[in-house]
């Protein structure tokens, strides 16, 4: 069985090779993408899979590199660096930071944290 980790580097070389049928390989089919407190973006396998052919049409020499990292049972968060994200028409590079829930080998749930969140509120 693979580890959290060793299932995202699946996932980002699937990624990068633009290979859409791996990378939903590796995600259950119940698996959802949140953000900041948990507003669902996308939710179920079919959907993610039209999310991310939107994401490569849009950024289409984007790569995924994986960062640092770290595991607790099924969670794993990883910092990420995203070359040829297309801002304003140019290519530039962004830093982000998921978290993610690798149940069985694959992804379960993907949670994003925005780089530029402003109002947290009470978090506590």
Known sequence: MMTGI?????????????????????ISD???????????????KASIREFYLGGMKSHPNMKLELKE???AGTAL??????TGWVVDGKETVLETTWAYQVVNGKIALMHYFSIDYKSAGNVF
């Not at 996932?11 to 990378?23: G, R, V």
């Not at 968060?77 to 995203?82: A, D, K, L, M, S």
Request: aromatic letters at 6%; a negative charge.
């Open 6 to 26: 060793d299932v995202m580097h699946a996932m980002a070389k699937a990624y990068n090779a633009q290979d859409i049928d791996a990378m939903m390989a590796l």
């Open 30 to 44: 119940d698996c959802i993408i949140q953000k900041d407190r948990g507003e669902v973006l996308v939710a179920g």
């Open 69 to 71: 990292n770290f595991s």
């Open 77 to 82: 968060f990883v910092r990420e660096i995203n």
